[in-house]
């Protein structure tokens, strides 16, 4: 067990590449080329996967659309699924005097409002969600393919961790752009009595009071927040899938049923949800707080929230992000099995980069 657990401590998705090659095995060439061979490396079966076929080619117009369409589902979906507890969130972190926990968040909106009560602001969040959901996976798989080809085949494996990271922020720079109208008014629909129950009537209304500035005001504070929770969302998922099949799964991907694979990926979506949640947890309490008042800025907000403030609602974020983003992957990878994507398995050393450290002859 022990071992086990230092195995996927070590393979952590910031490991440096030279400290990953160590543990591979992989620095240098072997001292003894005569001696004993060591265990056989999993073959991933290549050969199995070329024969599969798809129904269009790796990083082709195609491909990204129907990436983009699985984004659209996987986050639109996803987030409108959970609106309810979006709502005592975003509440218990504008107004924690009245909403003290989730449960008593819960509770008081029951009562107050009913159950449609807790239906508050779903249309803004699927329709947000939805444009985000394309962006984010969307431009992530271009952005991915770019980098890759920009660095080349052996530095795209050696800093693989850094490549999902710059893929995964890029994308989600344009992603916030698309979200941040949308979230504006959800937010102001569900922190603001009074203000409007509809996105019909709550978007002309913040149009008519400050114009477009009241839907991208909040656009630098869902920076703040989004960029560093994709890029962990993305990263982490990516380096955990590469350790349960490495340290976990006792087969190969390519001798896993696409049920198994799918079963990988939900985990590593877990997994890689907490770490998003509590990343990105202060600045989603400045984006509720800043989108319900009016003339405040990120900096002020932050500091009259103060440390224990822009924690608020952090258990009720963690089981929201962590579902959310393990369904995400989920529903995301299930697209593409259905629609018969390329789904390229956990990256491998390049043939080239071996030959240069000495593993192979």
Not at 221 to 229: E, F, S, T, V
Not at 333 to 361: A, H, I, N, W
């Amino acid at each position: 067990m022990y071992s086990s657990v230092a195995h996927l401590a070590r393979a952590n998705p910031f490991n440096a590449p030279h400290l990953q090659l160590v543990h591979d095995g992989l620095a240098g060439p072997r001292s003894d080329p005569a001696g004993p061979p060591g265990p056989p490396r999993r073959s991933r079966n290549l050969a199995a996967a070329a024969v599969e076929e798809y129904s269009c080619e790796y990083g082709s117009a195609k491909f990204y659309a129907l990436c983009g369409f699985g984004g659209v589902l996987s986050c639109g979906l996803t987030h409108t699924a959970v609106v309810p507890l979006d709502l005592v969130k975003c509440r218990m972190q504008v107004d924690p005097q009245k909403y003290k926990g989730i449960f008593n968040g819960f509770s008081v909106t029951l009562k107050e409002d009913g159950v449609r009560g807790l239906a508050k602001g779903w249309a803004p969040t699927f329709i947000g969600y939805s444009l985000q959901g394309l962006c984010k996976f969307g431009f992530y798989e271009v952005f991915k393919v770019l980098y890759s080809n920009m660095l080349g085949e052996e530095n795209a494996y050696l800093w693989r961790t850094s490549l999902y990271l710059a893929a995964s922020a890029s994308a989600e720079f344009f992603a916030d752009i698309a979200l941040a109208p949308m979230e504006a008014a959800k937010v102001r629909i569900q922190t603001q009595p009074g203000y409007a129950n509809t996105l019909r009537d709550a978007a002309p209304k913040m149009y008519k009071e400050e114009g477009l500035k009241a839907f991208y005001k909040g656009v630098a504070p869902l920076w703040m927040r989004q960029i560093p929770y994709t890029m962990m969302k993305f990263a982490c998922f990516e380096r955990t899938v590469e350790a349960l099949y490495k340290f976990v799964v006792p087969k190969p991907r390519s001798e896993c049923s696409k049920p198994e694979q799918l079963v990988v990926t939900f985990v590593a979506g877990y997994i890689a949800g907490v770490f998003c949640a509590i990343v990105s947890h202060p600045a989603d309490s400045v984006v509720s707080v800043l989108n319900k008042e009016k003339g405040s800025s990120a900096s002020q907000v932050l500091k009259r929230l103060g440390f224990r403030g822009v924690w608020k609602g952090l258990f009720a974020r963690i089981i929201m992000i962590g579902t959310l983003t393990a369904l995400q992957w989920f529903i995301y990878d299930s697209v593409k099995v259905y629609f018969r994507l390329p789904r390229p398995p956990p990256p491998e050393m390049p043939e080239s980069l071996k030959k240069k450290l000495g593993y192979t002859q």
